[in-house]
């Protein structure tokens, strides 16, 4: 009786902190404001404009990782200064590219699986020419797996910055979520809808969207970009508006790219995509992504393109460009597309 005494208190110890995690669990409006960073600032911008998307991998996935996940072994293994190395470097190639917006995914303001580094006060603290706003996708006290060395807790987010002066911003909560009990552990996907004054008639939508990763099939997946596609195309009005969504799809943009034997994490976008009114604009010369089944080393990895924009039918690209930046501080690559509004 007295050897069970220990496994009833693990028990008990455990029974508490799930019913913790479930009491505390971040439940998010369907539609919320986003937090203000800053917003001061209204530059005039060129007629042809900049926006860059990247997912900067919460400055922990550099080319040393893997992924357990994705058939690596590491969950969080880098050292604080690697992290903050990272954050440094990823800051001033976001600086360097010189865009007129900026929409950022992974990007971490606390927990233990980045070291408790707040990289939304550090990119703000450093691109003070920038207005920003934040929002959430991802609130996790304890991520228990892989089970000897555990993710931890992770605060993470869509970061948008612009030189012009936002109207607007909000997070939309996105269909195709996780349910009890994963959804204690996993994100709350999302996409953040900022609104820019263009002109005297007319508004830009830029959206920030970061889709799911890892479900079977690309079953949430499709349920997100389903309710992006039928949100943006009950928003367009081309007297009014303008629209551009851009991120971390975690869909194949290219389907000339799709062949067999790909990794089970990736899924193509629906062909419906591809006849709406809205273009899919993409880089098809450089990946945009890399597999963390192991660290990267060019021609080892499995690479390809998952990260691009969605545009209006009343926005003329000009340029479309993938930063190739060999995977060295995160797995992705930043993504640069020059636009003008008709």
């Known amino acids: 009786m007295i050897a069970l005494i220990p496994l009833v208190v693990i028990f008990i110890g455990l029974g508490i902190f799930f019913l913790y995690l479930t009491l505390t669990e971040y439940s998010p409006e369907p539609i919320e404001d986003c937090e203000r960073i800053r917003n001061s600032k209204d530059e005039k ?3 042809l404009k900049t926006v860059t998307t990247f997912n900067i991998g919460y400055c922990s996935l550099d080319k040393s990782q ?6 690596g072994t590491q969950s969080k293994t880098l050292s604080r200064d690697e992290i903050y190395d990272n954050l440094i470097n990823l800051t001033r190639q976001i600086e360097n590219l010189q865009s007129d917006f900026y929409i950022l995914q992974e990007v971490d303001t606390n927990g233990s699986r980045s070291k408790n580094i707040n990289q939304v006060e550090h990119i703000s603290s450093e691109l003070i ?21 555990p993710i931890g807790s992770a605060y993470s987010g869509l970061l948008t910055m612009s030189k012009k002066q936002f109207l607007s911003s909000k997070r939309h909560s996105l269909d195709g979520q996780e349910s009890f009990p994963k959804s204690l552990f996993y994100l709350k996907r999302c996409m953040t809808v ?28 499709s349920k997100q970009i389903n309710h992006i596609i039928r949100f943006i195309t009950n928003l367009y009005d081309p007297k009014i508006n303008y629209i551009i969504v851009g991120g971390d799809f975690n869909l194949l943009l290219d389907k000339n790219l799709l062949v067999d034997n790909m990794p089970s994490w990736v899924s193509s976008l629906p062909e419906y995509v591809y006849k709406s009114d809205f273009r899919v604009v993409f880089d098809n010369k450089t990946n945009t992504v890399r597999s963390q089944d192991r660290p990267y080393q060019k021609g080892q990895n499995f690479e390809t393109v ?14 479309i460009k993938t930063h190739d930046l060999g995977f060295k501080y995160t797995d992705h690559n930043p993504v640069t597309m020059s636009f003008r509004m008709k």
Not at 66 to 71: N, R
């Open 45 to 47: 911008l060129n007629e």
């Open 66 to 71: 893997d992924f357990f996940l994705e058939g």
């Open 129 to 149: 020419k920038y207005n920003m706003f934040f929002a959430y996708n991802y609130k996790a006290k304890w991520v228990p797996i892989p089970l000897f060395h």
């Open 194 to 221: 900022n609104e820019f004054q263009i002109n005297r008639n007319k508004v830009l939508y830029l959206i920030n969207i970061h889709l799911s990763a890892y479900d079977k099939e690309g079953q949430f997946r």
């Open 306 to 319: 998952i990260d691009g924009f969605l545009v209006s039918p009343n926005i003329t690209v000009s340029d």
